[in-house]
């Protein structure tokens, strides 16, 4: 068994936003894509709280003790940027629009959406501003504030899903604010989670039951019958934070497959949607492209993302070497 520490991965928590990224993309196939997926937009929530989970884990203690916002903020668009704007290209050359979108600039479009040639970038942009928002407000507030602060985004939230009749709200418009309720609950979850983790969960046991909470992720996302609403909100305060506890407690063996697995997440979501929208229509493009996107994301994990983030980490420690020089 091992504790936690600041450079540890959580090799769990990297296979499910692997399957979270593939839940998103066949959500995005609609009604030429498997149904076992028809909520699909709640793996965004998870992505939220891995999001709050991990930043906490990587980045609490170093903001606790004096780096600043904006160097973190320079952080997260190092990380983020890169294949967001990847995917802003290809949504671009696919489906013109505006060119405000690679700059991170959502902009009116006649179907009402934040960003009409690659819809899910949305998210990207939202958890941008709640991460800085918990750089620079929350990140040295006691568990039960953020419990009070969860709170308070679940009561801007719930209603409008409610009222929508299913929690995928965001995307357009018309439900930005809620959405961005919607991003900074389970982003606040992710931090509770990461709170209770280092309190009373932070031994992992290496098993491979962790395995198992990748189809359970799966069974999760798919159709609520009676009440969609509610199902996706009992989903998103119980089911989610549990596969999040679970994964980063359960260490499965075989990191290496579940790093792989997890690689292919970020690419995945970001250059999806617009390239799935060529098949609509077409059950077997649909699924011929959903494959082809797979391994595309598992190409650009391994000669765009990485290499990226490693160029840009050593700039980054050259820039701080001169400055201490000049110092």
Known sequence: MTASTPGQRFHTLDALRGVAAVAVMLFHGGADAPLVTARGYLAADLFFALSG???AHAYEKKLRDGLSPLNFLRARLARIYPLFLLGAVTGYLLWPGSLLVLLMIPTPSPGGMLFSNNVPLWSLLFELI??????LLAVRLRLRWLALLAASF????????QAAGHADLGAFWATALPGLARTCFSFTMGLILFRLFERYGKVQVPTA?????????????????SNPALADIATLCLALPLIV?????WQVRGGWLADRIGGISFPLYCIHAPILALGRGSPDL?????????????LLDRFYDRPVQGWLRATRQTACRDRAALA
Do not use: D, E, H, Y
């Not at 709640?130 to 750089?135: C, F, I």
């Not at 039951?209 to 019958?225: K, S």
């Not at 506890?245 to 407690?249: I, S």
């Open 130 to 135: 709640a991460n800085l928002a918990w750089a």
């Open 154 to 161: 679940a009561a801007l939230f719930f209603p409008a899903a």
């Open 53 to 55: 989970f991990v930043l």
């Open 245 to 249: 506890w679970l994964g980063a407690r």
């Open 209 to 225: 039951r962790g395995w198992l909470l990748l189809p359970l992720l799966l069974a999760i996302l798919t159709p609520a019958t």
């Open 286 to 298: 649909v699924a011929l492209i959903s494959a082809g996107l797979i391994a595309a994301a598992l």
